[in-house]
């Protein structure tokens, strides 16, 4: 159950961690389904010489799959996003080396509220590859004083406020298997030093429409990305009620399926 | 002085970290000069740990320690932030005992007020250094943790000592700078930890501002003959501070 201060602290910095909510048998099993899509997926290609990355994901395996449908899991968008929400996309992330600051970058905000449910399935800290967060920068000011930091930049002279990315002022949302961190993508966001073939995997959710504005701006998000806002068949077709629910509405708005 | 990155750092951010300012030989002058200060207001008597000792109009009481005030390195930049003509407001010492829960020391007025920090000993996250929230210091996200005041629990669901933060890890010759209306807190720290602190204002330009000023100077500055060093340095640019006081009503 996901208190009122609960709420209020994600409203007011932008995510909330969740300790220890799955057990260790069940980080093992969420472990060896995510390293057998990723063995599926990489061919013959070597492993671990590149981020590998693929959507969609918890789809993809029996025990993954059943997680958004999961209590434990499935509180969260229901509380923060309210019942009407749905399912963006799924993600499974074998990671190289830092991610750079971003977060509502682009075009800005996004006008529909969302959050990403990550599963990191390697004790993560400040200097290895946890997530690092800007307390609060989810929330649009102007003038916006972090613009520098919004979008992704690889470059390696880079140097926001005058020191290196991983000296900006953060904080180190650390972590062990078995937690959950939740955050709105909006929220400043950055990784540095981790190791490579990390797990970090997700599900994603976005609160339900309430306008026109809001579903000409998820028609928009549709035609730009290949996975996002496209249901998985099975998702589709699921046995379980709430699973289909939460990806009716893609499917309502007329959004193609996934292969899978 | 400040870079263009750094200005822009303290004013996205709220505060800013310079490191390894002052030399050890310094840091030893001051550190000196400090207990001397403290263990005078205590008449001698052994610092118990009970409680928290602090000593307002503290750098004022010695011409070595006034030496702060103006020095380049803390002077530039407050003329930097704050513009040629800023108010010197007040330092004060202190033996800090325990933690110090969130607050701020100001409130939003538009009218700034800077605290620069000097901490005489080692702190890290988890033994008293500084905690701040990044941002906090503008409103509207300034005000939007007010529950943080709350006397039981910061309302977010956490302890007050996880509260999301920026950690101000600080060795002797670093120099903390921040915005007074920063939410900001210190946890874990042992008894006894020195930390000096001055605090810098601009030049009121409204009316209301002025009041402000007026009011807080006679609320934190302890006047008599112990700040004689500081209002009768000798040295140029101190007595251009002390005369802007004077000039503003706040000094004979």
Redesign the interface.
Known sequence: MI?A??V??FR??G?LVFRQLFTPDEVDLMRREALEIMAEERGDAVPGEKWEAVQPFLERKPFLASLVDDDRVHQIPETLLGPDFFLEGTEGNLHMGSTPWHGAGGTGPSPIPHIKVTFYLDPVSRDSGCLR?????H?S?RPD??ASLRDRTYDDDF?????APSEV???ALESEPGDLVVFTEDLLHASFGGKAGRHQHACSFMAGPKTEADVEWLRGVYKRYRFALHPSRSFVNSERPRIRRMVSKLVELGFEEGNC | MLTVGQLAAFEAFGFLRLGAVFSAREMGDIRREFDDVLEEDRDGRRFTGDERQMVQSFVERRAALSRLIDDDRIYGPMVQVLGPDLVWLTSDGNLYVGDTDWHHDATVKGYPQIKVALYLDPVGRDTGCLRVIPGSHTPPYHHTLEPLSASDSPGFGVASADVPCAYLESEPGDVVMFHQTMWHASFGGGAGRRILALSFAPYPTTDAHAAYLRSLYAAVVVKGRSREPFLHSGRPRLESVVSRLRALGLED
């Open positions: 208190t201060e609960q209020a602290h007011t910095f995510f967060v800007i307390p609060g920068s929330v000011e004083v972090y140097m926001p406020f005058g020191v002022p953060h904080y």
